[in-house]
């Protein structure tokens, strides 16, 4: 049994829809949470900038006494995954793999969609992971950048007219080409399943990737046997902006109010 807590870092608020999953799986784990609020959206950035934005990330997150950290942020996993893991002192899960196996196993045409932002599409992470696992699979990438902003603002629901039109307009390709399986590529995107699903039909599956990685997160902990075993564990947040701005979105992503103190950080020290 391993009682230290697991870091979760994003660049904004998404990142708590894997943080609504690591609590649904593992409820006895203390978890670590930072939201880079000040920087959203990092899917417009440059490689140098996301692995210089991450770093600081990481080593904030490090401050604390973690035995592993979850990258709940799709464009951070796809740009700078393999430095953050070979500079960490405890294991780094990204979304990229579990999402992919997921996708994987899910499609029956093995044609399958990524919806994620401009960085984590030009990276070809997830091209390239598809084809390590099955040569075979067809994969069509595409960039949806008003997505986070849009979420952050709360407009996701069915019935945003905002929302749904700029969904049908970046989802059309891939209906065109018959994906029956599309991976949501960010952690802000299981907000807009509803839309997307809307959009897409109820025969193509999604893929959540925050969901895919906190499954990956347990798994690696339950096989180094570091599990907690207590009573129900805590979560404490940390945001780079106003802490206001944060709780004030959060019950959105989490499902529920961020019970306890949000604390603002200068991440610019880390």
Same mark, same amino acid.
């Given at each position: ?61 490090? =401050?604390?006494?973690?035995? &592993?950290?979850?990258? &709940? ?49 030009? =990276?070809?992470?997830?091209?390239? &992971? ?43 390709? *891939? ?6 399986? *599309? ?21 193509? =599956? ?20 570091? *599990? ?43």
């Amino acid at each position: 049994m391993d009682t230290r807590s697991i870091g979760v870092f994003d660049s904004g608020l998404g990142g708590l829809t894997a943080v609504r999953q690591l609590r649904r799986l593992m409820p006895s784990e203390n978890i670590i949470y930072f939201g880079d609020t000040a920087r959203v959206p990092y899917g417009n950035r440059s490689r140098e900038t996301l692995l210089q934005y991450a770093r600081q990330d990481m080593r904030f997150l490090s =401050s604390f006494d973690l035995k &592993a950290v979850v990258i &709940a942020c799709g464009t951070v996993s796809t740009n700078c995954l393999e430095e953050l893991r070979a500079e960490s002192g405890v294991p780094v899960t990204g979304v990229v793999e579990p999402a992919v196996e997921r996708a994987a196993a899910l499609t029956r045409s093995g044609k399958i969609g990524l919806a994620a932002t401009r960085a984590s599409v030009a =990276s070809g992470a997830y091209e390239r &992971a598809f084809r390590r696992l099955d040569p075979a699979l067809e994969v069509h990438a595409l960039a949806c950048p008003l997505f986070v902003p849009l979420v952050e603002e709360g407009r996701c629901r069915p019935g945003d007219t905002v929302i749904e039109t700029v969904a049908a307009e970046y989802l059309a390709p *891939l209906k065109e080409v018959g994906v029956d399986t *599309l991976v949501l590529g960010c952690t802000h995107y299981p907000l807009l399943a509803e839309v997307i699903g809307g959009v897409m039909g109820p025969e193509v =599956s999604l893929v959540d990737v925050g969901a895919e990685a906190a499954r990956a997160c347990r798994d690696l902990l339950a096989a180094a046997d570091a *599990l907690a075993n207590r009573g129900e564990g805590s979560v404490r947040f940390y945001t780079s902006d106003r802490a206001v701005n944060f709780r004030r979105l959060a019950a959105l992503f989490l499902g529920e109010e961020a019970a306890g103190a949000v604390e603002q950080v200068d991440i610019f020290q880390y």
